[in-house]
């Protein structure tokens, strides 16, 4: 099993252009998370899905979207992109019950100038 | 609003050297606590999930253990391969989500 899977791993992006993040897993999941870290901030949750077709917001969900169309991926986007958004995002993904463990994608790096 | 503070922000072991990282929270009711371990420019990895007070859990040369207000994890004996960046995170009773602290960096020198 691949696990959790992300793409791309790195991206320079110009403000005000658009992108779309994706995650990938193959453990049957029912829930996926997106993350942003930086420096200081620690994880931050930016939008969460508990279901195909379903998403909410997390702490810091203004300037994104998101999208749960398939339960193996769940799509993070950014319209119009600010150097505020520069940042690791972090997609990871876990399956309700007992243990609630989230397990963790390897990371993409934006860089918006 | 639930909170997780880690101590230090910063530890610089010996080999061999034993020592605690600390993980303060606050939480309405908590379901269970996550140890994770982040290595540089790589996704965190999942350690340990801790749910009651009292509870512990051992893997190789780390014990993570839980009271009502913090949780500890013992780094018995490390080696330079234990350096990395200790993360805690808090998951609230009826909750997917979880709350992450800023984590604690561990270098350990030979």
């Known amino acids: 099993n691949a696990g959790v899977t992300q793409t791309p791993k790195f991206r320079v992006l110009k403000t005000g252009q658009s992108m779309t993040l994706l995650c990938a897993q193959d453990?049957?999941?029912?829930?996926m998370y997106w993350y942003r870290q930086d420096p200081g901030m620690g994880l931050r949750l930016i939008h969460y899905s508990v279901g195909e077709g379903t998403t909410a917001k997390g702490e810091v969900p203004d300037g994104y979207n998101v999208s749960r169309l398939k339960k193996q991926n769940f799509l993070l986007g950014l319209e119009s992109a600010a150097p505020s958004q520069t940042s690791v995002y972090f997609c990871a993904s876990s399956r309700p019950g007992t243990t609630d463990t989230q397990y963790f994608g390897p990371g993409t790096r934006l860089t918006v100038l | 609003e639930d909170q997780v503070t880690q101590s230090p922000e910063a530890l610089r072991l010996q080999e061999g050297e034993s020592s605690s990282l600390n993980c303060s929270y606050t939480v309405s009711g908590l379901r269970g606590l996550f140890w994770y371990r982040q290595d540089p420019g790589k996704g965190p990895e999942f350690l340990f999930t801790l749910y009651s007070a009292g509870e512990e859990k051992e893997k190789e040369r780390l014990k993570a253990t839980l009271t009502k207000k913090e949780s500890f994890l013992h780094i018995t004996a490390p080696k330079p391969e234990d350096s990395a960046t200790y993360l805690c995170?808090?998951?609230?009773?009826?909750?997917?989500?979880?709350?992450f602290g800023k984590g604690t960096m561990l270098l350990v020198s030979p």
């Open positions: 995170a808090v998951q609230p009773s009826g909750y997917s989500t979880l709350t």
């Open positions: 453990m049957n999941h029912e829930y």
